[in-house]
């Protein structure tokens, strides 16, 4: 398994690649690292919408965005991370690292 002591800085460079590739479309993301799984979830509330569906274009900067930030392990090829797009406490979208790896 990965380990993300040795990165204390790594919240904030996800975060900071998240508000890059989105262009602060929503507020500041909050990022937790599960260091048994070693896995970054990041978490960003949105306010409610007609549509609450996220543009592809726009999933796929955001992972493109976090595959260059979150480090690969041996036992992923990709590093392991989540986004989770939530709505007054409701889950209505996720993003993997694999959705858009190229």
Same mark, same amino acid.
């Given at each position: ?12 460079? @996800? $975060?900071? $690649?998240?508000?890059?590739?989105? $262009? ?44 260059? @930030? @979150?480090? $690969? ?10 986004? @989770? ?18």
């Amino acid at each position: 398994m990965g380990t993300f002591s040795s990165q204390p800085e790594l919240p904030e460079r @996800v $975060a900071a $690649a998240f508000v890059s590739a989105t $262009a602060a479309r929503w507020s500041f993301p909050q990022v937790e690292l599960y260091e048994k799984e070693a896995l970054v979830m990041v978490t960003v509330e949105t306010q409610p919408s007609g549509g609450k569906e996220i543009d592809p274009a726009v999933k796929q900067a955001i992972a493109k965005a976090l595959n260059k @930030v @979150v480090p $690969a392990d041996s036992e992923h090829q990709l590093g392991l991370w989540m986004v @989770v797009f939530c709505c007054e406490g409701h889950v209505y979208e996720t993003i993997h690292p694999s959705e858009f790896n190229d």
